[in-house]
């Protein structure tokens, strides 16, 4: 089993940064491709970056590109996991959630997911 923890989320408003982090715990012998998904109340869940296990490719969903910026520690071994988001804006509020997975993909069937942390922008 692999446990997943978010951090990082809080208040900030609109133009402002914030960078959540997901630590990985348990059976990481293998490395794994890692995304974010959030969801805003009322809504879905939705993708919103994901990172290669290999930290050679990442993907980006188009609200989100050229503000977020996903990567993952050097250390494959921790296989921790970071969001950087800059020049926020008050629709990016939402519950934001860490995934891994063997697969690297886009959809919401990720096998492993934290319990989410939130991000509120205030206009």
């Known amino acids: 089993q692999v446990q997943l923890v978010e951090s990082g989320g809080g208040l900030v408003q609109a133009g402002g940064s914030l960078r959540l982090s997901c630590a990985t715990s348990?059976?990481?012998?293998?490395?794994?491709?890692m995304a974010w998904f959030r969801q805003a109340p009322g809504k879905e869940r939705e993708f919103v970056a994901a990172?290669?296990?290999?930290?050679?490719?990442?993907?980006?969903e188009d609200s989100v590109r050229g503000r977020f910026t996903i990567s993952r520690s050097r250390d494959n071994a921790s296989q921790t996991v970071y969001l950087q988001m800059n020049s926020l804006k008050p629709e990016d509020t939402a519950v934001y959630y860490c995934?891994?997975?063997?697969?690297?993909?886009?959809?919401?069937?990720?096998?492993?997911w934290g319990q989410g942390t939130q991000v509120t922008v205030s206009s």
């Open positions: 995934a891994a997975d063997s697969s690297f993909q886009i959809k919401n069937d990720y096998e492993y």
């Open positions: 990172i290669h296990w290999s930290g050679s490719s990442t993907y980006y």
């Open positions: 348990g059976r990481t012998r293998r490395t794994y491709n």
